[in-house]
């Protein structure tokens, strides 16, 4: 079985040696490792692909929740659509609504510009690589 | 991280960013978890008291096992996005109470965690024989 792993671009050394091993161990269990920055460059090679742990990962988004999309919308996150679905990446912004959605605890957060900074108390993290 | 208000008026970017509440931490933990269970997890200790805890930047790694407040936010921070094996990045204040920083793709394992690269290929070859079996 030839298994595809996917590497971002931006993948950090330390997870490209994370990648490398995953990859030895596949190969020790007698799967084939395609690794690539994308899926489209490993579509044409490989039989099979697994999201699991590389990346990007995508968080696919059934059509009725509207509110979610209207949330995830309102904050600049764009989508593919498909028929059934639309997905999007995994990305800072999309995590922490996805995170408020579960209910799930946080440090307050908001998405903004150079001239509307949130009136919090210093000091406060700056996140600059949003994506989406 | 923007200390005070210099530093706030002097931050420029011309692209939106997010901003963020600072909580002051007591631990940073590090777990590796799907949406169902915890397969490690660490204390992130930076070098000279820093408040960044990242390994990259020489923090020390404490293993400890997890409690179940621990295992409880990771599994749903691996749950609010769609499940997968994540880098959980969780700070504990100093009253004890947990908070979801982000999730990382690049889980944080090495060479020195067989267990941890056996398990994620376990979950690999799991995955495989579902789709096989469609």
Known sequence: MKVALVVSPQASKHGKSENQLISDHLQDRGHTVVIGSSLNELNSMIDCQVGIVRIPDRVS??????DLIAALESQGVRFEVSSSQRRVTQCKRTT???FDRAKIRQP???????????????PLIVKPRVGG | MLSDESELKAYQSNEPFIIQEFIEPYAVWRTIANQNQVFLSYKKVPENGDWLAAVSLGADRQYHQSS??????????????????????????????LWAIELNSNCGFEDTDPEIVKKVVDLIE???FNILSK
Do not use: F, N, R
């Open chain 1, 61 to 66: 988004i059934s059509s009725p929740e509207d």
């Open chain 1, 96 to 98: 922490q609504i996805l």
């Open chain 1, 108 to 122: 307050l957060w908001q998405l903004t510009t150079s001239e509307k900074m949130p009136p919090w108390d210093l």
């Open chain 2, 68 to 97: 179940q407040e621990l295992i409880d936010i990771s599994c749903a921070m691996s749950k609010a996005v769609g499940g997968g094996i994540y880098g959980c990045d969780i700070i504990e204040d100093q009253y004890g109470i």
């Open chain 2, 126 to 128: 799991e995955a495989l």
